[in-house]
């Protein structure tokens, strides 16, 4: 394996090289604090000022309304399938309405119907999950406790590019592979998840933005790690927290604010860098073939085929000898998918282009 591959895969995904560099500096030695990052008690200043300012810097990026709390808990987004269900779902009557749009959705919906009642409002299945839904296709029901979606399919590779729903039904969302990529409007939204590791960190921590009436709401007899409420009054730190999960995080979003200058500069990257990715594989004369339809694929994931099995694998292999990691599809569905997270620069996508056109001229 070559060195310094250029990170594609779908996750845990690259993170900027300044915060590599801070992140080798913390781990010897964190100068205000004297003290190695892994072994800084949570319990500290210095960890309190850490949460404070990653929450502040979050809330800055989307402009977060104050009614909002945001969290760091463990468990992945996994466990958000739960805890969202048996804090707004327990005991209800009404169905709350999931979509089955991919991978990610399906495990959603099975953890909820474990929680109460679920009604499947729209799914992909029939369409082999290469669309979303159009808003025509929808009919949102008034007496839902709230409707859940993922705002950004992993595996397939599809997003949307715009708030579902109605405004007096809750929105929840898991945003785990858009998060802090693009601006989301997040006051329309009830409650978002998003674990860190795509965008903006390592893996351990997930963050939860939700707002206070659903926290004030929840049921009284939750286990306490996952009640929201205990987990919003003990300010993240009902027990031992990812101290440096969480630090990554705080360095991240810093430069988001700071080298990048915000999330409608962070989309502008981002969209430039999947125009040229989807610019090639549709100018290739269906060579390399698009999993999603147009209209819905991602700025994040992009999954598509070769024309045969064999020369996936071929150009598999010939990529990670070239430098280029984690190129491979999702077990689930196969093929090829390039995720180009926030911190792939537009530089390695180009070397990405370059080495497909070249393959493609060997190969066609
Ligand atoms: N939701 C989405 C959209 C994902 O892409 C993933 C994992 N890639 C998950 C949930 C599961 O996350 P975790 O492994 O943190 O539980």
Redesign the pocket.
Known sequence: NPNNALNFS??PGALPEVVLNQVQQAIINVPEAGLSILGISHRSDWFENVVRETENNIRTLLGLPSDYHILFLQG????QFSMVPMTMLRGKKHPAEYFDTGY?SRKVVTEAMREGPVRVIWSGEQHGYRRLPTDEELDFSPDAPYIHY?S???VEGLQFNRILGRDDVPRVC?M??DFLSKPCEADKFSLIYA?A??NIGP?GV?IVLVRDSVVQNAPDNLPSFLDYRRQVESHSNFNTPPVFAIYVVLLVTRWLLNEVGGLENMTQINQQKAKLLYGLIDGSNDFYRPWGEAAFRSDMNVAFNLPTKDLEALFLNEATAAGFSGLGGHRAIGGVRASIYNALTLGAVEKLTGFMEDFRFKHH
């Open positions: 779908g996750g992945g987004a996994t466990q990610w993922v950004n399919e992993t898991d785990s592979s674990h590791q795509k893996a997930t």
